[in-house]
């Protein structure tokens, strides 16, 4: 069975650094695509970055520049350096992996099977 559970949210004020951790068991890291998604209130879940197995990162157009998605196969972790943060990236932060997207698009929520339960950023003005 696998297991994501995303650590590292928090609330900080425009301009700050967060890091999230996503750390899985059952799942190996090397064999397949992660993501990051986010969901605000009231709005669908979307992609942020997500990471394939031969490390090739993707990223939405609203994060390229401050996010930075990597991963530590040995400790079966994924991370995401979110830096120069803004009020709009405030939402619930999810980690997601999968072994085969199916054809989707890395940052696509339909491709990915397992999901963690989330983590709160909170950026303020």
């Known amino acids: 069975q696998v297991q994501l559970v995303e650590s590292g949210g928090g609330s900080v004020q425009s301009g700050g650094s967060l890091r999230l951790s996503c750390s899985g068991v059952?799942?190996?890291?090397?064999?397949?695509?992660m993501g990051w998604f986010r969901q605000a209130p009231g709005k669908e879940r979307e992609g942020v970055a997500a990471?394939?197995?031969?490390?090739?990162?993707r990223y939405a157009e609203s994060v390229k520049g401050r996010f930075i998605i990597s991963q530590e196969n040995a400790k079966n972790t994924l991370y995401l350096q979110m830096d120069s943060l803004k009020p709009e990236d405030t939402a619930m932060y999810y980690c997601?992996?999968?072994?085969?997207?199916?054809?989707?698009?890395?940052?696509?929520?339909?491709?990915?099977?397992?999901w963690g339960r989330g983590t709160q950023v909170t950026v303020s003005s």
């Open positions: 997601a992996a999968t072994y085969n997207r199916a054809g989707l698009g890395p940052l696509s929520v339909f491709g990915y099977n397992y």
């Open positions: 059952g799942y190996t890291y090397s064999s397949g695509c």
């Open positions: 990471i394939d197995h031969d490390g090739t990162p």
